[in-house]
């Protein structure tokens, strides 16, 4: 059975950090892309970044380049977002999904974790 669990969300100030993680189990992350999008209040949901398993290959929305970095560790399955520099506008649900392709169109994705909700406020 294919899971996904988000962690590390929270509350931060303005220019703080967070590091999100995703750990996946009933697959091997090596065979697949795994993403990272978000969903604020009223919004659609949008991609952030993925990375590919297999070879570590990334991609990032422009709105998150230079500040986030997308990571993963095969041996315990996890994905990892570090968020520097946060702003407000970075509040959301942010979720992390499994996917065929290195791409960030959400409908390209399988299976969706539950999300962590990360709140940029001073």
């Known amino acids: 059975q294919v899971q996904l669990v988000e962690s590390g969300g929270g509350l931060v100030q303005p220019g703080g950090s967070l590091r999100l993680s995703c750990v996946a189990s009933?697959?091997?992350?090596?065979?697949?892309?795994i993403g990272w999008f978000r969903q604020a209040p009223g919004k659609e949901r949008e991609g952030v970044s993925c990375?590919?398993?297999?070879?570590?290959?990334?991609y990032y929305a422009d709105f998150v380049k230079g500040r986030f970095t997308i990571s993963r560790d095969n041996a315990k399955n996890t994905v990892y977002l570090q968020m520097n520099s946060l702003k407000p506008e970075d509040t959301a649900v942010y979720y992390c999904?499994?996917?065929?392709?290195?791409?960030?169109?959400?409908?390209?994705?399988?299976?969706w974790g539950q999300g962590t909700q990360v709140i940029v406020s001073s």
């Open positions: 009933g697959f091997t992350l090596e065979d697949y892309a």
């Open positions: 990375i590919k398993g297999s070879d570590g290959s990334t």
């Open positions: 999904a499994t996917s065929n392709f290195l791409e960030l169109h959400p409908t390209l994705y399988d299976y």
